[in-house]
């Protein structure tokens, strides 16, 4: 299985721009998908194939990468985007990350 | 607008058979595949299974042998069943529909049921 390693938490001031980091064990090409997920809903689709923003979501967030490490960027940070980022990728299966926790201060 | 909602039971006994239903409005069965995803509380999700738009069926290698997904595309209906169920089984179950085919699989989860809390407890 290709294992996806995120950093457990971060905290951020609003106005402040944060990068989110996603590893994965294999190259999985441009394949990593990043989902936003608020306690007590379900996951919300934000960033697809590494750099294309979904339908629907503010152009603050970003993404990019490619093979093994991507990064999802959120500039600036509002105080709503306080939630669990999770990657996702699909070029050997289908695997998530662990998820990192983003708080704000 | 597209929308899936999960339904089965909250609490199921040690050894026993989970069976969960999806119901599905705002797309074909026959022209988006349904994966089922569940997620532990305070972990990642896990991608369990998925019912291609075509009717062909593809598992998660770790559950394959104690899971079953079928459908009913004159219900709009997606079904999982998944024997021998243990508490580490225990999280929330979501169907979710998959990315479209046009323009290459890409293999991504665009909407998602709210999910139904699971709890293997006897």
């Known amino acids: 299985d290709t294992v996806l390693t995120q950093s457990p938490a971060l905290a951020v001031s609003p106005g402040e721009r944060v990068s989110i980091s996603c590893r994965a064990s294999e190259g999985v090409n441009s394949y990593m998908h990043w989902y936003q997920q608020k306690p007590g809903q379900q996951p919300k689709l934000l960033i697809y194939?590494?750099?294309n923003l979904a339908s629907g979501v503010p152009a603050r967030f970003s993404g990019s990468g490619s093979g093994t490490d991507f990064t999802l960027t959120i500039d600036p940070v509002e105080a709503d985007d306080t939630a669990t980022y999770f990657c996702q990728q699909s070029w050997n299966d289908w695997t998530f990350g662990g998820g990192t926790k983003l708080e704000l201060k | 607008q597209v929308q899936l909602k999960e339904s089965g039971p909250g609490l199921v006994q040690p050894s026993e058979t989970l069976s969960l239903t999806c119901t599905v409005s705002g797309f074909s069965l026959t022209s988006y595949s349904v994966s089922w995803v569940r997620q532990p509380s305070g972990k990642g999700p896990e991608w369990m299974g998925r019912?291609?738009?075509?009717?062909?069926?593809a598992y998660n290698s770790a559950l394959k042998s104690r899971l079953s997904i079928s459908r009913d595309t004159s219900k709009n209906q997606v079904f999982l069943k998944m024997n021998s169920l243990q508490t580490d089984d225990t999280g929330t179950y979501y169907c979710?529909?998959?990315?479209?085919?046009?323009?290459?699989?890409?293999?991504?989860?665009?909407?998602w049921g709210q999910g139904v809390m699971v709890t293997v407890s006897s």
């Open positions: 979710t529909r998959d990315s479209p085919r046009y323009g290459g699989y890409i293999g991504y989860f665009d909407y």
């Open positions: 019912m291609w738009y075509d009717g062909d069926t």
């Open positions: 194939k590494a750099s």
